[in-house]
């Protein structure tokens, strides 16, 4: 290829770039004179490049007679400085208009060192600002925002944490990028993938999403309650959109959460005794009543309950429910030293047990948490009664064993009526 043949292609190849950037781009001489005008300058001001090049400054054309020598002074001065300078006009289109435009130049150095000109990239103020808030807000997310924000790609990995969720994980920003969501959360994992596949196929939901999950943490799983929103992630740069992943936003609502979960359990729970007191005012002996009682204690609470009176120094079983297959009688009980039963008629109070211990002698098959409380009346413990659950539900805690109580209160009271204690 010739010498000129290789000019002619890099001039091609220099107006092709130039026409496809998103800024406005000009270029002077070291006389001032336009030498470059891409496609963007001529769709801001309506000026080719046929009509620009070769214009001496932007005097009679593009800027007013009156700000013309001023703006040619500021953009040319970049000849003289290191680095870009910054500066705002209000130009000329060419339909007679006026466009504020930021201007961002810097000087051309010829093959010798010395200025040879100045190139200068504007756009219009408007759109500049709009930038510069979406990069701002950006960094605001990213960086104060007082909930979590976290890119997900689209392998539903971490790509980006803003300090607030690093903080929610329990762990630095770095140490989250890229891992799986399930090495960072034991419970809810899959819902929330399940959310992020919806969002990256369908787009984001019409409202927030409530999620209980529970984050992996050193001290063991820590459940908590987060409201999140969903925001599918598209490439500005792509004729079609081509998801990039996932913007995630959460908030920590588990106190709110859970207050409301405690009122309503403590609602219905309040409800059960009531409906268990007229129901059990119906029986036609003390006895009947507690196997009421009982029905209506289990009902959201537990899986069993078993009522074991004291014989003189023994525990002998007095009824369970639901009843067991095969009711052994009034048996005593073989409860080995330590049992739960017996830690609750020493103590005159409740004891809680769950894995890893083992299931204590005496309860049925299936079952993980125990809670065992005394039965007192009129000053005297009367025996102990149990709840058990399975599995499938949480350990007792405190609540429970607040509310255990209540209803031991009531069938002690109705034993006590039923001269139990004596039989």
């Known amino acids: 290829m010739s010498a000129s043949g290789r000019g002619e292609t890099t001039d091609d190849l220099l107006a092709a770039l130039l026409d496809g950037m ?177 969002v990256l196929a369908e787009g984001a939901p019409p409202a927030p999403v409530e999620l209980w999950v529970s984050v992996r943490t050193g001290d063991g799983p820590r459940r908590r309650c987060w409201r999140c929103g969903f925001l599918r992630l598209a490439s500005p740069l792509a004729e079609e959109p081509v998801p990039l992943g996932v913007g995630w936003l959460f908030q920590d609502i588990t106190e709110a959460r859970q207050a409301e979960l405690d009122t309503a359990q403590l609602r219905f729970r309040t409800n059960q005794m009531h409906r268990a007191a007229r129901a059990a005012a119906e029986c036609e002996s003390p006895a009947e009543a507690v196997g009421v009682r009982l029905d209506f204690a289990l009902a959201g609470f537990a899986d069993h309950a078993l009522v074991d009176v004291l014989d003189g120094e023994r525990l002998v079983r007095s009824s369970a429910t639901p009843p067991p297959q095969a009711h052994p009688g009034p048996l005593p009980l073989r409860y080995p030293a330590g049992h739960p039963a017996l830690q609750a008629l020493d103590r005159a109070g409740s004891v809680r047990v769950g894995p890893p211990a083992a299931v204590p002698a005496g309860w049925p098959e299936g079952v993980v948490h125990g809670l065992c409380t005394v039965l007192r009346s009129r000053g005297r413990a009367l025996g102990v009664l149990t709840f058990l659950r399975s599995a499938a539900r949480p350990a007792f805690e405190r609540p429970d064993a607040v509310y255990a109580e209540e209803v031991a209160a009531r069938v002690a009271a109705d034993l006590d009526l039923a001269g139990t204690l004596g039989a």
């Open 22 to 198: 998103d800024a406005a781009l000009c270029a002077f001489d070291a006389e001032g004179v336009v030498t470059h005008w891409n496609r963007e300058a001529e769709r801001i001001l309506g000026w080719s490049a046929a009509e620009a090049v070769g214009r001496h400054g932007f005097g009679g054309w593009a800027a007013m007679p009156a700000d013309a020598a001023d703006v040619a002074k500021r953009l040319m001065s970049a000849q003289d400085t290191a680095g870009r300078q910054v500066h705002e006009f209000a130009l000329l289109t060419k339909d007679g208009g006026r466009v504020l435009v930021r201007t961002q130049s810097a000087r051309v150095s010829g093959a010798d060192g010395r200025p040879a000109g100045v190139y200068c990239a504007f756009s219009e103020v408007h759109t500049q600002i709009d930038l510069e808030r979406s990069i701002a807000l950006s960094e605001a997310l990213l960086d104060d925002a007082s909930w979590g924000v976290v890119l997900v790609d689209v392998d539903l990995r971490p790509a980006v944490v803003n300090t607030h969720a690093a903080r929610a994980f329990g762990a630095n920003r770095v140490a989250l990028l890229g891992r799986p969501l399930g090495d960072l959360l034991d419970q809810g994992v899959e819902e929330l993938e399940g959310a992020l596949q919806h």
